[in-house]
């Protein structure tokens, strides 16, 4: 049998069309808008109005065009063609803002940009579930992780693994133990 599968994918609606899923192992991660830092420290970007601005995406991500037209307490929206943006990077997503391509980038929350920050507003979930391993829908990978997971989950392992994530693995920016673990609060 060949299975193919991706760890570390969030479950969209567009995506689950498509793909399985197993059981996530993470907390869906929400999404920002993100802007240049403003010298005064506070952005002026609307998130509550789309219209005419230009959006930049990275991608790959949950929060995409998709997810954004889905809002429907945003006006403006659905995006037209010439208001989409992609960039692979972060680096190049923040480029697209210092030249004035885009108004603002959409994307998860904790993606780290050395010259944006997240404007306060508007946040949602683009994903359904967090991260999880996507695979073939006729892979049957889920068959086999979900009930090791479910295993894992609930012993000691898991917990102590979160507990110990940052002193492993260091300090992400804006992510801690309540962000990213499944059932910490």
């Known amino acids: ?27 869906p ?6 802007t240049l830092n403003a010298s005064s420290g506070k952005s002026s970007f609307d998130t509550s109005d789309m219209q005419g601005k230009k959006i930049g995406f990275l991608d790959g991500y949950a929060s995409d065009e998709h997810c954004l037209n889905r809002q429907d307490n945003i006006q403006g929206l659905p995006l037209k063609t010439e ?43 683009c994903s359904t579930r967090g991260l999880s391993i996507m695979t073939r829908k006729d892979s049957g990978l889920e ?11 609930h012993s000691t392992y898991y917990h102590v693994l979160c507990q110990t994530l940052v002193i492993r693995h260091g300090l992400f920016p804006g992510l801690n133990v309540e962000d990213i673990c499944l059932q910490f609060t």
């Open 143 to 153: 068959d086999w992780w979900n009930p090791a997971w479910e295993q894992i989950f």
């Open 83 to 125: 208001q989409i943006f992609h960039y692979l990077t972060p680096a190049d997503a923040e480029a697209g803002l210092r030249t004035n391509q885009v108004h603002a980038i959409y994307t998860t929350k904790y993606v780290s940009m050395a010259d944006a920050s997240p404007v306060e507003g508007k946040s949602f979930n």
């Open 29 to 34: 991660f929400p999404s920002a808008f993100f």
């Open 1 to 27: 049998m060949n299975i193919v599968f991706f760890p570390g994918w969030s479950q969209t609606p567009e995506r689950r069309r498509a793909f399985a899923f197993t059981e996530p192992y993470t907390k």
